[in-house]
């Protein structure tokens, strides 16, 4: 059996090498380009130092805590589970 050269192993690796790049660009390239992220949903809690002026001027602090509901850049939706300074706001949701 004859011995390969090292030029020839180095052209049939290289051969391989633009093989697997040319075959991997192609297959990027067939995968659809987005803008979005996937849906997902989401607890968000956030706490203000102010939340509430009371009429003497009193400062009251406050948490609300909120459920994200997001499917798409155009839709989604977020709904308030709790407050402590807006009890009436619980509940209500606001849409994209």
């Given amino acids: 059996m004859q011995k390969l050269s090292r030029k020839s192993i ?5 051969a391989m090498f633009a093989l697997i790049v040319v075959l991997g660009g ?20 956030w706490y203000t130092a102010n939340a509430i002026v009371r009429s003497s001027g009193s400062v009251e602090a ?6 994200l509901n997001y499917e798409s ?13 807006d009890p009436s706001a619980v509940g209500s949701t606001e849409r994209s």
């Fill in 73 to 85: 850049i155009n839709t989604w939706k977020t709904t308030v589970l709790s407050s402590s300074w």
């Fill in 10 to 14: 180095a052209i049939a690796i290289g």
């Fill in 26 to 45: 192609m297959s990027l390239a067939s995968v659809p380009a987005s803008d979005d992220f996937a849906p997902f949903t989401m607890r968000v809690t």
């Fill in 62 to 67: 406050g948490t609300a805590v909120s459920l």
